[in-house]
């Protein structure tokens, strides 16, 4: 599982300027089922996203096509973790340590 964290680079104005176009690219991975949820930060200086996924270039290609990093606009910080302990409604999504 991964904590995608983004700070925004550049003011809220160009940030919300490009929101449609982000919101549609968050579409397209919960679609995929590669995030599970996101939102932004308080106070809101970025915004934060839970995924999964087994291959963690994988997220970043995934991180990179989000048009605020294309335009410049915030930086990503990538965590991975072993999720081992979940809430009933994402038990599909614990994992084991190896």
Same mark, same amino acid.
């Given at each position: 599982?991964?904590?995608?964290?983004?700070?925004?680079?550049?003011?809220?104005?160009?940030? @919300?300027?490009?929101?449609? =176009?982000? !919101? %549609?690219?968050? #579409?397209?991975?919960?679609?995929? *089922? &590669?995030?599970?949820?996101?939102?932004?930060?308080?106070?809101?200086?970025?915004?934060?996203?839970?995924?999964?996924?087994? @291959?963690?270039?994988?997220? =970043?290609? !995934? %991180?990179?096509? #989000?048009?605020?990093?294309?335009? *410049? &606009?915030?930086?990503?910080?990538?965590?991975?973790?072993?999720?081992?302990?979940?809430?009933?409604?994402?038990?599909?999504?614990?994992?084991?340590?190896?």
């Amino acid at each position: 599982m991964f904590v995608l964290e983004l700070t925004y680079t550049a003011p809220v104005e160009r940030v @919300d300027a490009l929101m449609p =176009e982000h !919101i %549609a690219w968050l #579409d397209e991975s919960y679609a995929a *089922g &590669v995030f599970i949820a996101s939102g932004r930060k308080n106070p809101r200086d970025g915004g934060v996203i839970l995924a999964v996924g087994e @291959d963690r270039a994988a997220i =970043e290609r !995934i %991180a990179a096509a #989000d048009p605020f990093a294309e335009h *410049g &606009v915030c930086a990503y910080r990538i965590t991975e973790f072993i999720a081992t302990k979940t809430a009933p409604g994402l038990t599909p999504y614990q994992q084991q340590l190896p």
